[in-house]
Nanobody
Framework: QVQLVESGGGLVQAGGSLRLSCAASGSIFSINAMGWYRQAPGKQRELVAAITSGGSTNYADSVKGRFTISRDNAKNTVYLQMNSLKPEDTAVYYC??????????????WGQGTQVTVSS
């Protein structure tokens, strides 16, 4: 059983910062990648940032220069530092992990989501 536990969401004023954390636990053999997605009201879920086991990162254009994804491999934890937040960043943020639990195909796992609300 694999679980992703998210924390760090909340309400912040425009220009402020938040740091999201996501810890993966359970029978994890290896992690290919972890990332953050978000879904705003009336919009599709979109990739915000991702980081691979090798350290490569990918960001949505809308957050480049403002958000930073990082990882702690020893803790199976991924972080999303969000600076200069804008009202359009308001969404439910979901942690995602692509990982192996053994010698088989990898699977995707999702956190429950954490609300980020940016007021103007």
């Amino acid at each position: 059983q694999v679980q992703l536990v998210e924390s760090g969401g909340g309400l912040v004023q425009a220009g402020g910062s938040l740091r999201l954390s996501c810890a993966a636990s359970g029978s994890i053999f290896s992690i290919n990648a972890m990332g953050w997605y978000r879904q705003a009201p009336g919009k599709q879920r979109e990739l915000v940032a991702a980081i691979t086991s090798g350290g490569s990162t990918n960001y949505a254009d809308s957050v480049k220069g403002r958000f930073t994804i990082s990882r702690d491999n020893a803790k199976n934890t991924v972080y999303l530092q969000m600076n200069s937040l804008k009202p359009e960043d308001t969404a439910v943020y979901y942690c995602n992990a692509d990982l192996y639990t053994g010698w088989g195909a990898p699977n995707d796992y999702w956190g429950q989501g954490t609300q980020v609300t940016v007021s103007s």
